[in-house]
């Protein structure tokens, strides 16, 4: 099955930086790539998806990008705020609707 | 508004007991999933559901069970409660649609002493 790794585990950045978290995911089959932010106390939510047939893709301050060849995806968050302080989730999945399995999570501070 | 709710929010059992956890969603999605979430694994998928009467073990399925017996709920039983089985277990859902996220509930503490 699949197995997705991510690092690093824990991220500090000062505000106004930029914080890259990398992941690479074992099945040659998933086209689907999820990114999620967790806030304490509640539910993973998404962020920012890419699928297999696009390189990058950008939303405000965040990107992410692909390489399928390498089985590596990266999410970029630019000019980073205190309210960006949180767990972030790579994952991968077959299809948009299957299901998704994670990596183990990254916590990242911003600190003002 | 659509949502998906979990029950409860914290429990607290013993070792040997039979546990329950509901998942109740109104998105009316065909795909239900719950996860359990410990520190340095991530979210790791027990059981998931793409509709009625369907279900599926996961990565980490041993000693629990699901069942669907409608769309709105998935609720995830542990037929005898392992200390092991102690994390915060959630439960999400998504549509069929090339561009539906996966929705999340908040979260059930469960506590096995």
């Known amino acids: 099955g699949e197995n997705v790794e991510q690092h690093p585990s824990t991220l500090s950045v000062q505000e106004g930086d930029s914080a890259v978290i990398k992941c690479t995911y074992s099945?040659?089959?998933?086209?689907?790539f999820p990114w999620y932010k967790q806030e304490l106390g509640k539910g993973p939510q998404l962020i920012i998806d890419?699928?297999?047939?696009?390189g990058e893709k950008k939303d405000q301050r965040i990107a992410v990008t692909l390489n399928k060849t390498a089985k590596h995806f990266s999410l970029h968050i630019t000019e980073t705020q205190p309210e960006d302080s949180a767990v972030y989730f790579c994952?991968?999945?077959?299809?948009?609707?299957?299901?998704?399995?994670f990596g183990p999570g990254t916590s990242l501070s911003v600190i003002p | 508004d659509a949502e998906i709710t979990q029950s409860p929010r914290h429990k607290i059992t013993e070792t040997g007991r039979q546990v329950t956890l509901a998942c109740h969603q109104t998105?009316?999605?065909?795909?239900m999933f719950w996860y359990r979430q410990d520190l340095g694994h991530g979210l790791r998928l027990i059981h998931y559901?793409?509709?009625?009467?369907?279900?599926n073990k996961g990565e980490v399925s041993d000693g629990y069970s699901v069942s669907r017996s409608n769309t709105e709920d998935l609720p995830l039983t542990l037929e005898s409660a392992a200390s092991s089985q102690t994390s915060v277990y959630f439960c999400?859902?998504?549509?069929?649609?090339?561009?539906?996220?996966?929705?999340f509930g908040n979260g059930t503490r469960l506590t096995v002493t």
């Open positions: 999400a859902s998504r549509g069929q649609g090339s561009n539906s996220p996966l929705h």
């Open positions: 099945d040659s089959a998933s086209n689907y």
């Open positions: 890419i699928r297999s047939n696009v």
């Open positions: 994952a991968a999945s077959e299809t948009s609707y299957d299901k998704v399995i």
């Open positions: 998105w009316n999605h065909n795909n």
């Open positions: 559901s793409y509709g009625v009467h369907d279900t």
